[in-house]
T-cell receptor, first 115, second 113 residues
């Protein structure tokens, strides 16, 4: 158990809908990273938050957004869903944003299926 | 941005043999290279990592080597066991992307008894 908790584990929704994925980082970790894993693209970095503020953006679509709350949990919001958004979404956390202590620990993921 | 290439995509070895997975990266400023193991239905587990000031690191049956000049790093698993069967991902830390990790596409390792 990595200590990173993601909910829900599975999610099935229709195209055009909006969903929210939740991540609770390891106790004491300030950074949260969101990744999308699809069969053909592998693990793609979406966005990072550090202590409540957006720190870095990767290949995140404009239809997607995220935030990190004062208690450090994070939510990834996916809207106007398309079939191609079906993937595993992973959250990872680490203590610091840079330098030493950047080892990232992953949650078990949320499997999103858009039908 | 950083581009990480990983080979092979699939690897099958017999129990007791060694397995080697290789990755290359493009950003010469990358300085942190972790390896993750992903088992079916589970999240990715950090198994070993190496920083750019080290050429080799070992942890029991697992070792990682780094060649900064050639910009490649490798995972070596010796005396493989069936429970080593999983998907392995290499990653490099991007120097200009908030220290997020850029991953290879994974290697599916199968260890047959």
């Amino acid at each position: 158990d990595s200590g990173v908790t993601q909910t829900p584990k599975h999610l099935i929704t229709a195209t055009g809908q909006r969903v929210t994925l939740r991540c609770s980082p390891r106790s004491g970790d300030l950074s949260v990273y969101w990744y999308q894993q699809s069969l053909d693209q592998g693990l793609q970095f979406l966005i990072q938050y550090y202590n409540g503020e957006e720190r870095a953006k990767g290949n995140i679509l404009e239809r997607f957004s995220a935030q990190q709350f004062p208690d450090l949990h994070s939510e990834l919001n996916l809207s106007s869903l398309e079939l191609g958004d079906s993937a595993l979404y992973f959250c990872a956390s680490s203590v610091f944003s840079g330098g030493r202590g950047t080892e990232a620990f992953f949650g078990q993921g949320t499997r999103l299926t858009v039908v | 941005g950083e581009n990480v290439e990983q080979h092979p995509s699939t690897l099958s070895v017999q129990e007791g043999d060694s397995a080697v997975i290789k990755c290359t990266y493009s950003d010469s400023a990358s300085n942190y290279f972790p390896w993750y193991k992903q088992e079916l239905g589970k999240g990715s587990q950090l198994i070993i990592d190496i920083r750019s000031n080290v050429g080799e690191k070992k942890d029991q049956r697992i070792a990682v080597t780094l060649n900064k000049t050639a910009k490649h790093f490798s995972l070596h698993i010796t005396e493989t066991q069936p429970e080593d069967s999983a998907v392995y991902f290499c990653a490099a830390r991007a120097s200009n992307s908030g220290y997020a990790l850029n991953f290879g596409k994974g290697t599916s390792l199968l260890v047959t008894p």
